[in-house]
């Protein structure tokens, strides 16, 4: 093969897998849109959304995992709960309105086409950015 035409496949082949790469780009957007014209989903304090998209599974981020307690997800949306005592009602309203808030979005995602499963991971990058806000807001 000539070079010329080695350099014609390999550019065809970079343009096709940069043009997937745009469509998924575009899948995760539209998606994530979808959460945000859901009025209950998009008002909520912590904002779902959906990361990746492997095969018919979208990826998206969670406030808990099997390493971090529901608990500490609610006291980083809702700082006054620091104060609460662990048996206070107010625990159970707001893990049930999580719950409830991250099954919705959930649904959403699961209504569009080419979406059968959702698998939720911990958003570990919004724990970082709060990290970060905390420290600016205290002047650390």
């Known amino acids: 093969m000539s070079d010329r035409k080695q350099f014609v ?3 065809l082949v970079a343009a096709l897998f940069v043009g ?9 957007i539209s998606l994530n849109d979808l959460l ?4 209950r989903v998009a008002s ?10 492997e095969g018919d599974t979208a990826i998206m981020s969670s406030l808990h995992s099997h390493t971090t307690s529901t608990q500490r997800a609610l006291t980083a949306v809702f700082p006054a ?5 662990d048996s206070h009602r107010d625990w159970r309203k707001a893990e049930r309105e999580l719950a409830n808030i991250q099954a919705r979005a959930g649904n959403v995602i699961l209504g569009a ?5 959702v698998r ?6 919004w724990y970082h950015l ?11």
Not at 36 to 39: E, G, N, R
Not at 113 to 117: K, T, W
Not at 120 to 125: A, K
Not at 130 to 140: C, H, P, W
Request: hydrophobic share 35%; no cysteine; aromatic share 14%.
């Open 113 to 117: 086409s080419g979406i059968s499963r």
């Open 81 to 85: 709960m620091r104060n609460l005592n």
């Open 44 to 53: 909520y304090p912590y904002q779902h959304r959906v990361l990746r998209i």
């Open 9 to 11: 496949v390999v550019m």
């Open 130 to 140: 709060q990290a970060m806000k905390s420290n600016y807001d205290t002047g650390l």
């Open 36 to 39: 945000k014209s859901d009025d």
């Open 120 to 125: 939720w991971e911990l958003d570990e990058n």
């Open 20 to 28: 997937w790469l745009g469509w998924r780009g575009f899948e995760i």
